[in-house]
């Protein structure tokens, strides 16, 4: 693994864990009334973009860190949907 991939992992996990806490409070509280709906579209849209971006490239540290942040977002949107 060269050293400027070990950089963009690190960026990686940092960017996708970054969401995990409004995920978790989301799951707990049963609310997303503070969560835009439109931001959590336009979001998950441009992550796709990314992920296809970095499977097009062959970087994996693109493709990780979008892969798992469109996860945790979806999940999020889906839990939006549910609760609102």
Do not use: E, H
Not at 35 to 42: A, D, E, K
Not at 43 to 68: D, E, H, K, R, T
Request: charged share 10%.
């Amino acid at each position: 693994m060269k050293n400027i991939d070990l950089l963009g992992f690190i960026a990686a996990a940092l960017t996708t864990i970054a969401f995990i806490p409004q995920l978790v409070k989301t799951w707990q509280t049963k609310s997303a009334g503070d969560v835009s709906f439109g931001m959590l579209f336009t979001f998950c849209s441009g992550v796709f973009l990314w992920l296809l971006y970095g499977i097009f490239i062959q970087s994996w540290p693109v493709i990780a860190a979008n892969f798992l942040t469109l996860i945790f977002n979806l999940l999020i949107l889906s839990l939006k949907i549910r609760y609102d």
